[in-house]
């Protein structure tokens, strides 16, 4: 005898439901794994877009005067930074380091080509009750006798006064967004690249934030002033995982001029100059061998502080780059 077994409808029903949820369920699996395989690394900084290739190695300028050659594009990362004052890549990981072998070298020249700019155009001082400026947002402002811009101008007067050529480029890189700045800083880089521009030095002049990393005093006092207090920022390019851009920086060359830099102002002034801060991102140091990324004080200094720290800043470049040799002699 042949048993004939009767399903009930509910039963039918369930069974359909349960058939339809488990090909949505594998659907949306299959399209997350393959949007994590495309997804960018948190490693590589929203300014990983690499416009266009750059010259050939046998066509760069000679000397300090280089610019590097640039290729492949990296890709950029949408995430911004944990704070809204400190997008990009400016939280990633902190690299512990030990001395870089070799130290800092330049040929003197007559004159000299020194690059300064600003990724972060907009970043200000502590309000000063008597000359207070109008902000964007708590911190910044688009007023350049207050922000960032005015310590780029002062230094570029300070290195003009010691016979250094100097190119301040203004560009507002913030708008429209802080957090895609690095971007439109590495378009302006390309742009004096393209043009056959060359430098000695490439200068990105921010100011922190202040926070715990920051250790006090936040200035230090010296021939009668307060001096901001600064710091070199150097980016390896290798990102959160190892990887990073696919161009990285020669970020041990970029660390020999950091490191020229921060001992020449602490032989001047000591303890002007924090320790060197080493991270995973790139900051466009990819561009030169001689990039540095330079804090100059922080958001809870005062404009005359920073532009008081302008003056040893241009001391100790000036004498990387007019007399080498005796930089550092005792």
């Not at 130290?103 to 907009?122: D, G, I, N």
Request: proline residues 5%; hydrophobic residues 40%; aromatic residues 6%.
């Amino acid at each position: 005898m042949i048993r004939i077994k009767v399903y009930k409808l509910s039963q039918v029903i369930g069974a359909a439901v349960l058939a339809v949820l488990l090909i949505v369920a594998i659907v949306v699996g299959i399209r997350v794994f393959a949007g994590a395989q495309d997804s960018p690394t948190l490693g590589q900084e929203s300014a990983g877009v690499s416009a266009s290739a750059g010259a050939p190695a046998a066509d760069k300028p000679q000397a300090l005067r280089t610019w590097l050659p640039d290729g492949e594009e990296a890709v950029p990362v949408t995430a911004e930074g944990e704070t809204g004052d400190a997008p990009d890549d400016v939280d990633r990981i902190r690299v512990e380091i030990s001395k870089i072998e070799g130290e800092f070298e330049a040929e003197p020249k007559e004159k000299p080509r020194v690059l300064l700019y600003h990724t972060h155009s907009y970043e200000a001082f502590a309000q000063d009750p008597d000359n207070p400026y109008e902000e964007t947002t708590q911190w910044r402002s688009a007023d350049a006798d207050f922000n960032i811009m005015a310590v780029g101008a002062k230094l570029k007067e300070e290195l003009e006064t010691r016979g250094i050529e100097v190119v301040h480029d203004r560009t507002e890189h913030e708008p429209p967004k802080l957090g895609t700045a690095y971007i439109r800083s590495l378009a302006t880089l390309e742009k004096y690249q393209e043009a056959g521009e060359a430098f000695d030095m490439v200068l990105d002049i921010h100011r922190d934030a202040a926070s715990a990393r920051n250790t006090n005093p936040s200035c230090v006092t010296a021939n009668g002033k307060d001096y901001a207090r600064l710091m070199m920022l150097i980016g390896t390019g290798e990102g959160d995982d190892g990887e990073g851009f696919s161009i990285k920086p020669n970020w041990q060359e970029n660390y020999k001029l950091a490191e020229a830099l921060t001992e020449g102002l602490n032989e001047r002034i000591p303890g002007i100059c924090r320790d060197i801060m080493v991270k995973t991102g790139r900051y466009n140091q990819h561009m030169s061998e001689r990039a540095v990324l330079i804090e100059v004080g922080h958001n809870e200094n005062t404009l005359q502080e920073a532009l008081n720290a302008t003056e040893p800043l241009a001391d100790v470049i000036a004498d990387l780059l007019l007399d080498p040799a005796s930089a550092f002699a005792s």
